[in-house]
C-alpha cells in the first residue's frame, strides 16, 4: 500500500508530490531531519498557550501525509485519484503530553484493526488508521462511491474506537482526502497484518441513527412494565398491585378504620415485592396522608422489614405480566428493533 505525501512551497505556489510504502513511511518517522522542523514545532508550541494561534514560520516545510489515498500527477499537472487505500484517520488532539500520548497509542492497539497509530506532529495528538475493505476483500474505485465508502466507514470507526479510548476523538468531516502534517514518532504502532473492517458499499450518506438501543433502568425485568419508565413510576405501578393484593386480604378493612393492621400487611407483601422501604414509607403517606402518622409508619415499616425474611422473593406481578416482561426482556437483549418513523 503507497502513502502520499504533499509538499506545498509556500515561494513557487507548487506542490511536490510523492508516494511510498507504508512501511518505508513508519519507519522514516522514526527520526527526525537534519532539519528537525518536527521538534523546532513541538518546542513552539511548548511555550505557547492552546489559544495564543501560534504559527510556525516553516510549516510548509513539513509534508502532508494522505493515508487513504494515493494520489499521481494528471496531465495538466495537477493531483488525480488514482488507488482508494480505504485507510480511515481518526484523531485524538488536546493531550497534555507525551504520557497521555502513549496511552491513547496503547488503548488503539488493543482493537485488531488498528493499522497504525502515531503520534501528530504538535506532540499533542495521535492519529490512528484503521482499515477498511467490502465484503470481497476489495475496495470502491469510482469517487462517488469511495465518498460514500469513506463517510460510513468514518462513522463505524468512531461508533467503535471511542468507547475504548480516554479522550475524546476530534470529529472531523469524513473526507478521503484528510491529511495530517509529517510527523516524529519514535515508537510509532504499526501492524501490517490489521484485520479490515467488513462493510458494504453503501448508496447513500449517513443520517440520523433509525434504531436506538434501549437501556434498562432495572436490570432485572420484572421491576418494570415497560420501555422507558422511570424507577419511580416503576415502584409505583407494583405498590398500586401490592396495596391491591393486601386490600384482598383485609377484606374488612375500609379508609377510616385503623391504619395499623392495613399497614402491617401491606408493608409484608412489599417487602416481598422488592419495595425499598423509604419507597414504602413514601408511597403510604400519599394514599394516607389524612389518617396516617409518618413518624408512626416509618417505625411501623422499619420494625418490619427488620424482621421480614426473602427481600423482592415474592413478586406483586401475576404469572401473565412475569411472562409478558420475560419475553420483552429477552427480546431486547437479543435483538435490535427498527421501528418506522
Known amino acids: 500500500m503507497k502513502i502520499t505525501l504533499v509538499r506545498e512551497e509556500k515561494e513557487s505556489g507548487r506542490e511536490a508530490v510523492s508516494t511510498c510504502e507504508a512501511d518505508v513511511l513508519l519507519e522514516r518517522i ?30 510548509d516545510k513539513l509534508p502532508r501525509i494522505y493515508p ?14 488514482k488507488r482508494y487505500n480505504g485507510i480511515v484517520m481518526l484523531e485524538v488532539n488536546g493531550l497534555a503530553g507525551l504520557s497521555e500520548v502513549e496511552l491513547v497509542k496503547e488503548q ?27 465484503p470481497d476483500g476489495n475496495l470502491p474505485v469510482k469517487e462517488e462511491n469511495i ?17 475504548i479510548l480516554s479522550f475524546p476523538i476530534t470529529l472531523k468531516e469524513p473526507n478521503p482526502a484528510q491529511s495530517c502534517r ?27 441513527q433509525t434504531f436506538h438501543q434501549r437501556k434498562l433502568t432495572e436490570k432485572n425485568p420484572l421491576l418494570r412494565l415497560k420501555p422507558g419508565f422511570e424507577t419511580s413510576e416503576t415502584f409505583t405501578i407494583l405498590f398500586e398491585t401490592t396495596l391491591g ?21 401491606l408493608a409484608e407483601n412489599c417487602f416481598k415485592a422488592g419495595i425499598p422501604e423509604e419507597e414504602t414509607v413514601r408511597q403510604v403517606m400519599i394514599h394516607y396522608y389524612r389518617q396516617a402518622d409518618e413518624q408512626d409508619v416509618r417505625i411501623t415499616i422499619h ?4 424482621e421480614c425474611k426473602g427481600f423482592g422473593k415474592k413478586s406483586a406481578l401475576t404469572p401473565e405480566q412475569k411472562i409478558s416482561l420475560q419475553l420483552e426482556e429477552f427480546m431486547g437483549r437479543r435483538y435490535e428493533f427498527r421501528f418506522n418513523t
Open 245 to 265: 393484593k393486601a386490600l384482598d386480604e383485609m377484606q374488612n378493612w375500609k379508609r377510616g378504620d385503623t391504619l395499623h393492621p392495613l399497614l402491617v400487611c
Open 108 to 134: 488503539a492497539r488493543l482493537l485488531p484493526q488498528t493499522w497504525a497509530a502515531i503520534t501528530g506532529s504538535s506532540g499533542r495528538s495521535v492519529k490512528i488508521w484503521v482499515k477498511f475493505v467490502l
Open 147 to 163: 465518498t460514500l465508502f469513506h463517510a460510513c466507514a468514518y462513522r463505524m470507526a468512531v461508533q467503535c474506537y471511542q468507547p
Open 182 to 208: 509529517m510527523t516524529l514518532d519514535t515508537d510509532p504502532y504499526f501492524n501490517p497484518d490489521a484485520i479490515a473492517f467488513c462493510q458494504e458499499q453503501p448508496f447513500s450518506m449517513p443520517g440520523e
Open 30 to 59: 522514526k527520526t527526525e531531519t537534519k532539519a528537525a522542523h518536527v521538534t523546532a514545532l513541538r518546542t513552539m508550541l511548548l511555550y505557547t498557550t492552546p489559544d495564543a494561534r501560534g504559527h510556525y514560520e516553516h510549516i
Open 68 to 81: 487513504a489515498v494515493e494520489y499521481g500527477r494528471s496531465r495538466d499537472g495537477g493531483r488525480k485519484l
Open 303 to 306: 420494625n418490619l422489614y427488620r
